[in-house]
């Protein structure tokens, strides 16, 4: 009944908005077509052939060569609208493995397609996470279910009678399971990750029914990852007091128990991504919320290159085609307003290039700074934001602001057309750093976790205060935005300080954080409890989770209007309880209505649209982007 409720609701409030909905698309395709197509994409160069992905279909094509073949199609698919996520190719072409998600569940589907004269579909593997080939027929997958991945299967597509064989299984329910090719494609290694501890298996691709080779054993709190160069590993670790980061290595035919020490990352410097070339490593770095990279040559082992990215520059879309053995790094920088600039990092000539016709400097007149605000402990805050030069005062223009502060991942600042499409209507976009978040570093995350995460919203709450205090807009011109996780401090922002601005948009919320720890049976409850607590044996958590708790702490109050968007299936924020929220929000608002006897026009809108599928907050197409912003 509520359900139905709140649908009604939500229909009855956004038939008013049609022709604003018309008129926002029409500006959304036009700024679309001004951009190169989302929908066609190189993924892999393999020897003398490209493979490309264009509108749901995957081609062939020769090098030197016009045509295209094709590999696959919709029709050949059969799963409605999806999303090609990864393909990867076997050592002698001779099969083709695509992962595909579709909105609905949470899981992915391999196709796996032989090649030669006909291509053809042969296999479909369900509930598949990633994929490697191992053997020019051999494909090793990890299968996901119920958001948990603990199996690593193995097929061997050459045979008569294909069927899965176990590689791998992992016993402890913390642990999630991924598969990872070296660059130089000569081992695989197996990661077990939880969310503060790995432990990483070795296969050697030559070998591929061999038993995996454990590299170290997991130690609580030490993660590391695996590369492979010239007959040496490399261990990029965490282990140890003073550092980041250290990258290690060791020769494979030693007993790898002297590592030796290659390259550190200090302290509240943020390890983005790592690169290995041919003669190069690259590291791309955050330091202060800036992007760098700094280039290790592994024969000296000497830092080489200290690069300061663009200014601009607020994301990272690393190029990772696994059969990339070349001496060049190819990725993309983009910020919220600026379209992905393609660069090249050559270690033959030890240089970065901007690739093909584009430019550097961010799109004019587009501005962006870098701001600073102090939170209640003292604890400096990085703070991004983004606006257009106009003739209106900047505080009266409308401010958006974005805060996630969990996990230690940094907030999505990738380039978003809707974004831009704010900032040219003369909209204020604020990005809070907040702890919890990852952008200055594990501990930078660490003091955001646990018993910690009211230094969260402190520094939220300062963030505001401080982009007001500084004349960027003001309470009433500002709005909050969050997806997931980061519903958590937005939320309980929302009962403290509800002055401090006038609505919020939330998308896939975590809203319910005590009742969703206290129960076990629920797929990542344990896995979680290293960020929250557990509030089930240890009493000062379930007292602790009770303060900031955006459900618990919903009381009669003038609340800033808010729209919730949730969807049907999703296994990560159960529809149930954000229904729960929602009928405890309202009774609130009668509450407050009735004791202060504010006029119905007074009153803050609240809606709850619910949505088909079970993506999480994940938009599969340009179009199911532009349904999503739009509706």
């Known amino acids: 009944n509520i359900l139905d409720s709140e649908q009604r609701r939500w229909q009855g409030a956004s038939a008013k908005y049609r022709d604003l909905t018309l008129v926002l698309r029409k500006r959304l395709v036009h700024l679309h077509e001004q951009f190169p197509s989302y929908e066609s994409r190189e993924m892999i160069r393999y020897n003398d052939y490209t493979y490309i992905e264009d509108n749901g279909c995957i081609y062939q094509q020769k090098t030197g060569e016009q045509s295209c073949e094709v ?17 990867r190719v076997s050592t002698n072409q001779a099969f083709l493995a695509v992962t595909l998600k579709t909105f609905e569940i949470e899981e992915s589907t391999c196709i796996v397609i032989k090649l030669g004269s006909v291509p053809r579909v042969t296999h479909r593997i369900q509930n598949v996470f990633t994929c490697e080939w191992v053997a020019e027929s051999i494909l090793l997958y990890t299968r996901q279910m119920n958001l948990q991945c603990r199996q690593v299967y193995g097929m061997d597509f050459n045979q008569s009678n294909c069927t899965a064989k176990l590689v791998y299984n992992e016993n402890d329910y913390r642990f999630f399971v991924d598969l990872y090719s070296t660059r130089d494609g000569r081992y695989l290694t197996i990661n077990s990750n939880s969310k503060d501890t790995s432990e990483v298996w070795l296969l050697d691709k030559t070998s591929p029914w061999e038993p995996p080779v454990l590299v170290q054993g997991r130690v609580p709190g030490v993660t590391y990852f695996i590369e492979h160069r010239d007959g040496f590993l490399y261990m990029l670790s965490n282990d140890g007091e003073d550092t980041e980061y250290k990258l290690l290595k060791a020769a494979l035919s030693s007993d790898r128990e002297m590592w030796e020490l290659v390259y550190v990352i200090k ?13 190069h490593c690259i590291m791309f770095l955050k330091k202060g919320n800036q992007l760098y ?6 024969f000296t082992e000497l830092v080489i290159q200290s690069i300061k990215l663009p200014a601009w520059t607020c994301a990272l879309e690393p190029d990772h085609p696994p059969e990339n053995r070349g001496g060049s790094c190819r990725f993309g920088l983009s910020s919220p307003v600026q379209y992905p600039v393609p660069f090249v990092y050559s270690g033959l000539e030890n240089q970065l290039f901007v690739d093909g016709n584009h430019k550097a400097e961010m799109a004019q007149p587009y501005h962006s700074q870098r701001l600073e605000a102090k939170s209640k402990d003292g604890a400096v805050v990085p703070v991004t934001i983004f606006y257009k ?7 009266t223009r409308p401010l958006l602001v974005h805060v996630y502060g969990a996990y230690g991942m940094d907030l999505n600042m990738s380039f978003k057309m809707e974004k831009r499409m704010l900032v040219d209507d003369g909209w204020i976009l604020g990005y809070c750093h907040v702890r919890g978040g990852g952008e200055l570093g594990s501990d930078w995350h660490k003091e955001g976790i646990l018993d910690k995460k009211h230094n969260g919203l402190n520094d939220l709450h300062c963030c505001i205060s401080h982009l007001h205090e500084l004349g960027y807009s003001q309470p009433r011109y500002t709005a909050i935005e969050a997806a997931s996780a980061g519903g958590v401090l937005a939320g309980a922002l929302y009962n403290s300080s509800p002055n401090l601005f006038k609505a919020m948009v939330l998308e896939a919320p975590f809203l319910d954080v005590l009742n969703t720890m206290m129960d076990i049976s629920l797929p990542l409850t344990i896995e979680e409890m290293g960020e929250w607590g557990n509030p089930v044996s240890e009493k000062e958590y379930y007292r602790y989770i009770k303060t900031y708790c955006p459900y618990q702490n919903i009381g009669p109050k003038d609340y800033p209007s808010l729209l919730i968007t949730a969807y049907t299936n999703d296994q990560r924020v159960p529809l149930k309880g954000l229904l729960r929220y929602i009928a405890k929000l309202r009774k609130a608002l009668i509450e407050y209505r009735l004791k202060s006897k504010v006029p119905d026009d007074k009153i803050p809108s609240v809606y709850l649209d619910v949505r088909p599928g079970g993506s999480h907050c994940d938009s599969l197409s340009w179009e199911d982007s532009l349904q999503k912003v739009l509706l």
């Open 71 to 87: 590999l696959l199609s919709p029709e050949d698919v059969g799963l409605g609208e999806y999303q090609i996520q990864k393909i």
């Open 389 to 395: 030069q106009n003739n209106k005062e900047l505080r």
């Open 293 to 298: 990279l700094e280039v290790i040559c592994l």
């Open 267 to 279: 302290k509240r410097t943020k390890l983005v991504d790592m690169e290995m070339l041919k003669d």
